[in-house]
């Protein structure tokens, strides 16, 4: 009874995480360049020149990480494959981010990376702890 009383805990922790990345993509998608320009530049010409198959990215990496989470929840094992797709998406958004941009050269490594790391290995986190529930029958 205590385990899944944690796998709830858990899944309502990542689905909180995931919303709040749907709130971060849908407040980056929207902002005012302009304004932005004022204060951090860098970041404006990033958002300004990404392109759109990248925008498509980022949704579905912050979508499917809600998926998983929410079939998490549900005691759904189908959970794994949403994770596995928003750590890609991830991937792949950040690969660009940094190999695309100069925002490292810019901005410094640490400063750069810390925060998109941090995603990085909580989409890791979410994809491996849904495979050990799946592992011990929690999922199905």
Request: hydrophobic share 65%; proline share 2%; with cysteine.
């Amino acid at each position: 009874m205590a385990q899944h009383r944690s796998v709830t805990v858990i899944g309502i922790i990542l689905l909180l995480w995931n919303l709040m990345g749907i709130f971060a993509f849908v407040m980056q998608y929207s902002m005012d360049l302009d304004i932005l320009a004022q204060t951090d530049p860098l970041t404006a010409q990033v958002f300004a020149t990404m392109p759109g198959w990248l925008w498509v990215v980022y949704a579905i990496a912050v979508g499917a990480g809600t998926i998983g989470a929410i079939l998490l929840l549900a005691r759904k094992a189908l959970a794994a494959a949403f994770f596995l797709l928003s750590l890609l998406c991830v991937l792949v958004q950040f690969g660009y981010t940094f190999l695309g941009t100069d925002l490292i050269a810019i901005k410094g490594f640490l400063v750069a990376t810390a925060f998109p790391a941090f995603i990085i290995l909580m989409a890791i986190v979410q994809l491996l702890y849904a495979r050990h529930l799946i592992g011990k029958s929690i999922l199905r």
